[in-house]
């Protein structure tokens, strides 16, 4: 499964990847709607004007002309087209646009490319899938729904065949509050410089905080004690307390954190944990933010993340707070391959393979074909009469467990047999009845290895 | 279901249409794999020097580049990019890059998104959804194939809530031969005019033919005469007959369209029909050309095209055949919106609503869910006691069928009840064992109405 494409950055899965793809997409879609997530799309350009209402675009964006606009891109003209970058923006817009039609708590699931002009190396590609889920209320979201999509998210997580995974939780008042109570009013500044901890060390972190924002040692080493803190339920609060902070927001941030981490202990252990050294960078989140990793592939970064927004989106004086999360599925994909953890039984959905023994028989196979599928069995037919050998070896070089034959006796009554490819055993068939072990129905995805040392393969 | 949206010729549907689309798409996945195409997506750009291959670009192509180019586009560069305007050209390419990897005859489906600079109006998006099915050959493809992709779209469309329709079917080969049996060379030209013959009429066509072509009246007559055959048997070979032509090219063409009208007719009996009036215009097809409407609907043009090539793609001097039909998703379901043909009994997938009692129940009423959600059932949580009229509502106004209510007796003891919304019954349930009805297990799509005049609603 390693081949190079012709466009750097823009990925393309043979069939018996997009096999794995698509399990682990109805995977997603198939939990997120236990859960009451509506899906939508939107379309894939949006105005740069949308595109930067969140401020300035520190993103790589594709922009979009018709192929007969030969003047040169006016840069300050908001109202041309982009690829959207990310499913969040869209969405936000999205809501704006439709909120007379939609329920609140609105609670949606989006599964989309998006693009992104970047350098392109492993982790990051130019088009990418992602899986959102995000609820927004109308004015007020209750806090519930943190817990609640993260919930959802090591639900649909641990379904697929990705190994062991952690989702690492933190909290911006909490971080925010405890900066403050510190004497630490940049907050942006602080988690700009946590945000670095895992790339550069917690030696040019304090570095940082003490050379950009006039931190002392002491306030730099509160900041790092703070990041350093992990546990996997709220025995988190009291390491806090601990450093001898006060701080109102901090309080808040400390007890939804709590409240958060607890229930997840609670209902899925061994899949989250507070990490106060998750900051999220640029992006605008006010309360719960999430980081995941593939145990054994942290290098990867994050497979799915997101936070809460106290305004995803505005309309007029209308606010609508949001909290979601976003798995990168083609970052998580790549990786499966690259390091063979996963693969599918087959290229092809077919189960049998309907063999010809004369050219005339065609249209009475066809019947046959008919016959299985409306059980549910995905046939095909051969068009020509070559020899069984070749016709059973097309089916071979498919992966196809079956291969089917009829005879046709001088007052035409057909017999039937059907042969496992594999074991080579041959025996009658009903096609109205005959149907083949659950296993052989769908191609089977397997997890290969879980090993977390498994050798890259390119 | 009538709205406008925010960039004229791009389409995004509310939870409840989407819900539409997502059945009609995954009817067609269903139907396809029960046929064993397997499924493919391309990436969303190409070159334009991909784009150009198959000759100029006549439809209106968007090029995308990167933000910070702010130089003038250089209209010779064949290396630009540009979004996909079908989903046949990226699949010639994903053929002949990928032939080492794929097995011969391929059959693989695609759903994806594609874009054109079109001026939007009824019918022409945008931005669109297009399902296309092919099958492509290594140097050989044979015929029968012709039949089959037909016949697969036959049973696919038959399944999709849009009442009757009508595959109208022609060979390349029977026309041009009859065009040169009549002694008109410009075979392309005459196929150009006649496919204008809905348009502008008869004697608009027949003037071009004399004027463009150099055609005589009667040869004029002649092919006008051919393109009014219509049947839905084999028997449209006699009337071409009796127009007494003779030539090799149109003998090839009769037998093999005759052969595809005939099994359609014997297993797919009134959806598909002979007309000698079908052309597909530009397209390079060699054989076999197919058309559709949807009955009652023909101003709306067709609804799923294709045809064979005799070199879909190349690779030096490898060729590889393939036929193929694609359905443009779009336009059908917008028309289905339009004229109020089809709905979705509810906007989200929830199935059950879980209320709370008490805001301390939250986490206990997440097990009830867990129970419900193992076994299949769409289970959402409340998140705040409010009083139940309050609760029941919220599950109302968003068509959630269920309202789950569980109370606890002072030894902790829990008893559930559970009310159908609609009827206002409220039963005792278990949450291990209660079940809805199967109608009610997933939203259900449901067909308004199949009259012929059915008024537009936008």
Known sequence: MSRKTSLSGFHEWLPQERLVELHVLNTLAEVFELHGFANIETRAVETLGTLLRKGEIDKEVYTVSRIHETDAPDPDDTSRLALHFDLTVPFA???????????????????????????????????FTQADIDVVG?????????????????????????GQFMIRINNRKLAEGFYRGIGLEDTAGVLRNIDKLEKIGAEQVAQG?????????????????????????????????????????????????????????KRVPGTAVA??????????????????????????????????????????????PGVGLSIGVTRLISRLFSHNMVEASRSVPTVVYIALTSDEDWSAAQDVAQQLRARGINTEVATKAEKFGKQIRHADRRGIPYVWFTNYDDAGTATHEVKDIRSGEQVPADPNEWFPPTDDLRPAIRQVDQLKDATPQR
């Open 93 to 127: 817009r999205y809501v704006t646009e439709n909120a007379g039609h939609l329920a609140f708590p609105f609670r949606r699931y989006q599964i989309q490319k998006v693009w992104r002009g970047e350098r392109p190396q492993e982790g990051r590609a130019r088009e």
């Open 209 to 265: 905080l003490q050379d950009e924002l006039g931190a002392s040692s002491e306030q730099a080493e509160l900041a790092l004690a703070l990041a350093n803190i992990r546990a996997e339920d709220s025995s988190f609060v009291t390491e806090v307390r601990a450093l001898g902070v006060q701080n109102e927001l901090l309080d808040e941030g400390l007890s939804e954190l709590a409240e958060v981490i607890d229930e997840l202990h």
């Open 275 to 320: 990490d106060l050294s998750i900051a999220r960078g640029l992006d605008y989140y006010t309360g719960t933010v999430y980081e995941t990793n593939l145990v054994g592939h942290e290098q990867l970064g994050s497979i799915c993340s997101g936070g809460r927004y106290d305004a995803l989106a505005t309309k007029g004086k209308r606010t609508f």
């Open 138 to 162: 109308d004015g007020a979201l209750d806090f519930r729904h943190d817990i609640d999509v993260a919930l959802v998210m090591a639900e649909a997580l641990s379904k697929l065949p990705i």
